[in-house]
């Protein structure tokens, strides 16, 4: 029975192996050699360059942001849908899951038309005679497509750990006394936890690493690690530095994972 079980699990050791050792041995291999196969870190210390260094601060700040707001939106989101009833929970869950089947690229493409200078939601401005909206091209336009793209990453989590809270919990703290404001803070905020730091890092990771929203809603002239990294293994050949930079972005995932599982022990946040 055992040797069954290992039998089984034989292709998805090779599926690891092949998509996620083997790729990960690679970046590691360039990044910490030169073209000619020398030990190098002058590519990962690279990053310390004034142009790198602008797009990594560049992206973690407009990740941060992105990252605040979509918690901003999805916690009060998440406590609505906990209040509904039983029935409509799937249904509503899978609103929210829905967008998500749609390919990523598109969804950025269309925010791309609805945010051009002569845009849909433009064409509706000047044919409303209000004030045209400026935002394509422009940091704000990135920060938008971040929550619009991440947002259900940090509703899933927050709605997952909020559903599983005892009620009986939240009625004891309120027959000792506690009000609205105070059970929430004392009960409920403490309780969800492990689903903020898991929604944080389901947005924040994806959010620091993207290059198509950037490009797309950047048009190219704001300048992200991601878009960065991104030249130099299409554009200039340079996968050597295109590693070792993607090397410092791991430094950012790694930490991102310790927290989850130090907060999250018992992956309450991550499934549903």
Not at 110 to 123: C, D, R, Y
Not at 148 to 162: A, E, G, Q
Request: aromatic share 10%; net charge positive.
């Amino acid at each position: 029975m055992s040797n069954g079980k290992k039998l089984l699990a034989c292709p998805y050791v090779i599926w690891s192996a092949v998509f996620i050792i083997i790729p990960l041995c690679m970046v590691f291999y360039y990044g910490l050699t030169d073209k000619s196969g020398a030990f190098t870190i002058a590519n990962i210390a690279a990053i310390a360059t004034a142009e790198h260094a602008k797009a990594l601060w560049l992206s973690i700040l407009l990740s941060l942001i992105s990252t605040v707001i979509c918690f901003l939106l999805a916690y009060p989101l998440a406590m609505i849908l906990c209040n509904l009833n039983v029935n409509q929970h799937s249904f509503i869950v899978l609103v929210f899951i829905l967008p998500m089947w749609m390919n990523f690229l598109l969804r950025t493409l269309a925010w791309q038309t609805l945010l051009e200078k002569t845009g849909v939601i433009n064409s509706i401005l000047g044919f409303l005679h209000l004030p045209t909206l400026n935002i394509i091209n422009t940091p704000y336009a990135i920060v938008l497509g971040m929550v619009y793209n991440f947002l259900p990453f940090m509703v899933l989590p927050l709605y997952n750990v909020l559903v599983k809270i005892d009620k009986n919990v939240i009625n004891a703290a309120r027959d000792l006394g506690a009000n609205s404001i105070q059970t929430f803070f004392k009960v409920i905020l403490p309780l969800s936890v492990p689903g903020i730091i898991s929604g944080i890092t389901m947005v924040f990771v994806p959010a620091l690493t993207t290059f198509v929203i950037s490009t797309l809603l950047g048009g190219s002239k704001i300048l992200l690690i991601g878009n960065v990294i991104e030249q130099e293994f299409t554009q200039t050949g340079n996968w050597n530095l295109g590693s070792g930079l993607s090397i410092v972005l791991m430094l950012f995932i790694i930490i991102n994972m310790v927290a989850t599982a130090i907060f999250d022990k018992e992956g309450t946040g991550t499934a549903l």
